[in-house]
């Protein structure tokens, strides 16, 4: 019993952060981290993006224009990139190095140990790419919220709001995060288990 509890908390550990790795992916490339509504104009919609600005237009549809230059963003555009790499690049380390740390993968059944190190170092990582994931979301959105309330911009100025992006970033770092304290908690099950079962075979000797 405590083997298929341990089995099912590694899988859904293992989704989690695969599920918060593909929606990190989404958020990075996703043109929608500040909306621009118009209020001349109704029928025309402004986006941003960490890669380009986008325009939506009832009769044309939507038109893109990427970023002329890296240095001429504001700090946060710039960091943000980095930082979205840096989390799409440790969530497929810990997937990969997680992945080889489940119990239902028969690769090493005889090095419990080992797979438990794994594991954890795969938590890790998950943790270290939900949090690389949350800070850019969440710095753009402080950002924003300055902005939107700067009494030194006029009234009839518009402003930015949050994308659809924003929200999905969160949730993709909440997911990677959970993911990776549902693996550390089946590691650290596991090496209870493998301590409980040495002990009871040293007192049956």
């Not at 990075?28 to 118009?38: A, F, G, I, V």
């Not at 029928?43 to 893109?64: D, F, I, R």
């Not at 594991?119 to 943790?127: A, D, F, T, Y």
Request: with cysteine.
């Amino acid at each position: 019993m405590a083997l298929i509890f341990r089995i099912v908390m590694q899988s859904v550990g293992l989704l989690l952060s695969f599920l918060g790795w593909i929606l990190s992916i989404i958020t990075t490339y996703l043109p929608h981290w500040k909306n621009l509504n118009l209020d001349l104009n109704e029928m025309e919609n402004w986006t941003m993006g960490l890669w380009q600005t986008c325009v939506t237009q009832e009769e044309v549809g939507m038109q893109c224009k990427d970023f002329d230059s890296f240095l001429a963003l504001p700090a946060e555009l710039r960091v943000s990139r980095i930082l979205m790499f840096l989390s799409n690049g440790l969530g497929f380390l810990g997937l990969l190095v997680s992945g080889f740390g489940l119990d239902c993968l028969r690769i090493g059944e005889g090095q419990r140990d080992l797979k438990r190190r794994l594991l954890i170092l795969g938590g890790v990582l998950s943790w270290a790419s939900g949090i690389t994931a949350l800070v850019p979301v969440s710095w753009v959105a402080h950002k924003t919220v300055q902005e939107f309330w700067d009494d030194n911009v006029p009234d009839f100025v518009p402003r930015w709001q949050f994308g659809e992006a924003l929200f999905l970033g969160w949730f993709a770092g909440l997911s990677l995060l959970l993911g990776g304290c549902l693996l550390n908690c089946a590691a650290c099950t596991s090496h209870a288990l493998l301590a409980s079962s040495h002990h009871a075979v040293a007192q049956m000797q």
